[in-house]
Each structure stands twice: as structure tokens, then as C-alpha cells.
């Protein structure tokens, strides 16, 4: 079975600061795919980045950044000049072979201004 | 042109009706799926098509059925609707290549509201 957990139901930063919420995991999959999504308030749900655990390169989108560290299967998302749009909630998730996207239970980010 | 789209946006109705929700990709994707998100944001799969073919079936009541008349459409019917039933439904699609995997991309959602 797979299994996300987000230890950090909410977290907040200052606009313009660096946040990094976190992520474990488990699997039995030696081949496997990570993932961040975004949910703002439009309920829609954006994926933000991607990481392929075979490769040892954190991925990096413009201002997001992850630690990946497969040993620990820790996967952290670190945001970085935060925005006022970055306010939203934010899902771990994973992938394994065939398997279905499991999700973790999510993390409330704030921007104050 | 959007990619996934689930028809209606919002759905209101009283218990014991019975309702549909549609889904549409336009991106070529094999796989589509049904996820259910709670009054707690927690996101469960429901179902999973691919090609047609139900793949997924997790632990639903039967009163949910989905449908897949082809690859580009799948849509899900609930009977005797119950408040429990409330929450927000997600449809999404995915396609593997000899790429890797990148991820779903996800409707816009349809809030089922029972009263």
C-alpha cells in the first residue's frame, strides 16, 4: 500500500519570505513518481511539480523547489519570494508503478501581506 | 480549450434523487478516474477507466456507477442520494508513455450539495 502524510494541517508566510512544507511517504515501489498540487480557492487543482525517484535532481519550477530524500522519503516543497497567489492548499502525492495517485491530507498555506 | 471538463459546476438536490456528473478530456489520454474530495479537502480515488475498461474500484457504495462510453468521456450516475453523498467530485486523466509518469490533469470539480 501507499501512504502520504503532511504532518502540517496549516502554515503561513510572509509575502516575499521562503516556505517549505513538508511531505513523507511510503511505497513498496522501487519506481515511482512524486508530486506537488495546488488548490486555490477556485478549487482547482494545479500540478506544481514533479519528481521521478530514480533521479537524484531535486526538481526545481521557477520560485518552487523540492528536497527530495529518498532514503528518509521525504519530499518537501519549498516556495520560494512568496506571492499573495500562492495562498491555497497544498497536496503531496504519489505514484508508484501502476498504481492509482494517492494523496496526502494536504497543507493550508497563508500569505500575509 | 479546456482540457478536462466536468459538467454541471454545481449540483444541488434533495436525498433520494438520483444524479449525473459528465467528464470530457480533450488531451488523448487513456486513463480517466473519479476522485471524491471531503468537507476535510481529502482527495480518495473512486473509480478508474482505462481505454473503456474499469480498472479501480475502490470501496464505493453501489449506488455509484460510473460510465465510459469511450476513452474521452466518463461519467458518473448516483442513485438515492444520501448527505453524506455531499462533497466536491473530480474527474481527471492521465496517460503512461515510455516517458514516465506525469501526473493527472483534473477538472475543474462538480460540488454536490444534498439536501
Known amino acids: 500500500a501507499q501512504t502520504v502524510t503532511q504532518s502540517q494541517p496549516e502554515m503561513s508566510v510572509q509575502e516575499a519570505e521562503t516556505v517549505t512544507l513538508s511531505c513523507t511517504y511510503d511505497?513498496?515501489?522501487?519506481?515511482?513518481?512524486l508530486f506537488w498540487y495546488k488548490q486555490p480557492p477556485s478549487r482547482q487543482m494545479i500540478l506544481v511539480i514533479r519528481?521521478?525517484?530514480?533521479?537524484?535532481q531535486n526538481a526545481t519550477e521557477n520560485r518552487f523547489s523540492v528536497n527530495f530524500q529518498k532514503a528518509a522519503k521525504s519530499f518537501s516543497l519549498k516556495i520560494s519570494d512568496s506571492q499573495l497567489g500562492d495562498a491555497a492548499m497544498y497536496f503531496c502525492?504519489?505514484?508508484?508503478?501502476?498504481?492509482?495517485?494517492?494523496f496526502g491530507k494536504g497543507t493550508k498555506l497563508t500569505v500575509n501581506p | 480549450d479546456t482540457a478536462v471538463s466536468q459538467t454541471p459546476k454545481y449540483l444541488v438536490t434533495q436525498m433520494g434523487n438520483d444524479k449525473s456528473i459528465k467528464c470530457e478530456q480533450n488531451?488523448?489520454?487513456?486513463?480517466m478516474y473519479w476522485y471524491k474530495q471531503d468537507s476535510k479537502k481529502f482527495l480518495k480515488i473512486m473509480f478508474s477507466?482505462?481505454?473503456?475498461?474499469?480498472?479501480i474500484n475502490e470501496t464505493v457504495p453501489n449506488r455509484f456507477s460510473p460510465k465510459s462510453p469511450d476513452k474521452a468521456h466518463l461519467n458518473l450516475h448516483i442513485n438515492s442520494l444520501e448527505l453524506g453523498d455531499s462533497a466536491v467530485y473530480f474527474c481527471?486523466?492521465?496517460?503512461?508513455?515510455?516517458?514516465?509518469?506525469?501526473?493527472?490533469?483534473f477538472g475543474s470539480g462538480t460540488r454536490l450539495t444534498v439536501v
Open positions: 481527471a486523466s492521465s496517460q503512461v508513455s515510455h516517458l514516465g509518469i506525469y501526473g493527472y490533469t
Open positions: 511505497t513498496s515501489e522501487s519506481d515511482y513518481y
Open positions: 519528481q521521478e525517484a530514480y533521479k537524484q
Open positions: 502525492a504519489l505514484q508508484g508503478g501502476s498504481e492509482k495517485l494517492v
Open positions: 488531451l488523448g489520454h487513456d486513463t
Open positions: 477507466y482505462n481505454n473503456k475498461e474499469l480498472i
